[in-house]
Antibody, heavy 118, light 111 residues
Framework: EVQLVEFGGGLVQPGGSLRVSCLAS????????MNWVRQAPGEGLEWVAN????????NYADSVKGRFTISRDNAQNSLYLQMSSLRVDDTAVYFC???????????WGQGTMVTVSS | QSALTQPPSVSGSPGQSVTISCTGT?????????VSWYQQPPGTAPKLLIY???NRPSGVPDRFSASKSGNTASLTIAGLQAEDEADYYC???????????FGTGTKVIVL
């Protein structure tokens, strides 16, 4: 089945770090831009970051620039988001999403919850 | 970069049509044909409905259609069904530093 599965979420204290991961299955991962999108509890969607197929281009939302790092391992069909200096307002479900259509996200994972709290 | 503006909710009876608006600026919706729409039923991940303003991926019913005029994009759901009850989000590429921006979201209520 073509799918994305995120994992690695959890509870972390303000100022702490966490890495979430996304494993792709049954499609040629190395051929796609990949994105992270988050959704705070009861709130809307917020685009976080994306990375080109060969990692030659990376973009971040202003809200996470300098604190979050997106990366990928095409040999492992995996996408990562390293989050540091975490703040309470980073609390959200983090989705990975494939950029399979021009400037659109055509495949989403189920999400992993990150809670930043003391 | 502020979120694109959508109405908080729209409602309709089964069989009726509803339209959701998505208003941005010339830096995003108005400047590019890079608007997409997503459906998110409660407790689930979003699903792509429309890309590049009006294109439907395979498997999306033709009851869903979309267009754009100036800085406002619109999604229309014709022949409303109970299963269409969900949150709907627009998204656009933006030439601001944010790269992509989502709308505020609209809850579709089937009466």
């Amino acid at each position: 089945e073509v799918q994305l599965v995120e994992f690695g979420g959890g509870l972390v204290q303000p100022g702490g770090s966490l890495r979430v991961s996304c494993l792709a299955s049954e499609f040629t991962f190395k051929n796609y831009w990949m994105n992270w999108v988050r959704q705070a509890p009861g709130e809307g969607l917020e685009w976080v970051a994306n990375i080109k197929e060969d990692e030659s281009e990376i973009n971040y939302a202003d809200s996470v620039k300098g604190r979050f790092t997106i990366s990928r391992d095409n040999a492992q069909n995996s996408l990562y988001l390293q989050m540091s200096s975490l703040r309470v307002d980073d609390t959200a479900v983090y989705f990975c999403a494939r950029g399979g259509r021009p400037h659109a996200f055509d495949l989403w994972g189920q999400g992993t919850m990150v809670t930043v709290s003391s | 970069q502020s979120a694109l503006t959508q109405p908080p909710s729209v409602s309709g009876s089964p069989g009726q049509s509803v339209t959701i608006s998505c208003t941005g600026t010339s830096s995003d919706v108005g400047g590019y044909n890079r608007v997409s729409w997503y459906q998110q039923p409660p407790g689930t991940a979003p699903k792509l409905l429309i890309y590049e303003v009006s294109n439907r991926p395979s498997g999306v019913p033709d009851r869903f259609s979309a267009s754009k005029s100036g800085n406002t994009a619109s999604l229309t759901i014709a022949g409303l069904q109970a299963e269409d009850e969900a949150d709907y989000y627009c998204s656009s590429y933006t030439r601001s530093k944010t790269f992509y921006v989502f709308g505020t979201g609209t809850k579709v209520i089937v009466l």
